[in-house]
């Protein structure tokens, strides 16, 4: 019924996670509406994104240098060490500018059931920055869920003899709760009243 070329831009943008037949709809007729400028640079931040962003090679954040923004940050706290499930939590945190110490990002979280265990979330990466930096402090910034304490408690098992202070933000995140959309006076409480993992 519609024209091929608005049907293909319809099931490019069914690609992408929480949008399903209306919303590409009206997605695809709002982009013709767009300056013929607006369009190239949409199409070209696009191909930009998809070729130039990587993981960082010291952190796994996403970034388009070898390092990040954060690593390459000489001003940054560097015994402080912040353990996120993905790369979307630093920017958040990034966002609220409550932190100043380093990240790292893990491959997943342990899931058995989804089939992700401990082999398959990037501990190797962490443990080998434990060695060749010096943390005073873990901070596990999972979201409140089974697998993000599975997780924690695994890392932390590990991590026993190493005399690093493990602790996990507080509670007041809800149970189940994607960090994205957890407000940012409760994320900076969880942060600042963060509790040590027995």
């Known amino acids: 019924m519609y024209p091929d070329s608005i049907k293909e831009l319809i099931e490019s943008f069914k690609y992408l996670p929480g949008i399903g037949e209306k919303t590409a709809e009206r997605l695809a007729f709002s982009t013709l509406d767009l ?14 994104v998809h070729s130039k962003i990587h993981k960082c090679k010291n952190c796994n954040t996403l970034t388009d240098y070898d390092l990040c923004s954060i690593c390459s940050d000489e001003t940054r706290q560097n015994n402080v060490l ?13 966002k609220l500018g409550m932190f100043s110490g380093k990240y790292h990002v893990l491959d997943a979280l342990i899931s058995p059931l989804d089939g992700i265990n401990p082999e398959d979330i990037g501990l190797n990466k962490l443990l ?30 590990i ?34 009243d963060r509790k040590v993992i027995e």
């Not at 300056?35 to 199409?43: A, H, K, L």
């Not at 434990?130 to 924690?152: M, Q, R, V, W, Y």
């Not at 005399?163 to 006076?185: C, F, H, Q, W």
């Open 82 to 94: 912040c353990v996120v499930e993905d790369s979307k939590s630093v920017f958040l945190f990034e």
């Open 35 to 48: 300056e013929e400028e607006q369009i190239e640079m949409f199409s070209s931040s696009l191909l930009d």
């Open 159 to 192: 991590l026993d003899g190493m005399n690093i202070k493990v602790t996990r933000l507080a509670s007041g995140v809800p149970i189940g709760a994607d960090m994205e959309y957890v407000d940012s006076l409760t994320l900076e409480r969880a942060l600042r």
């Open 128 to 157: 080998d920055r434990l060695h060749n930096e010096s943390f005073d402090e873990i901070i596990f910034a999972f979201k409140p869920s089974i697998e993000g304490e599975t997780t924690s408690l695994y890392i932390k098992k």
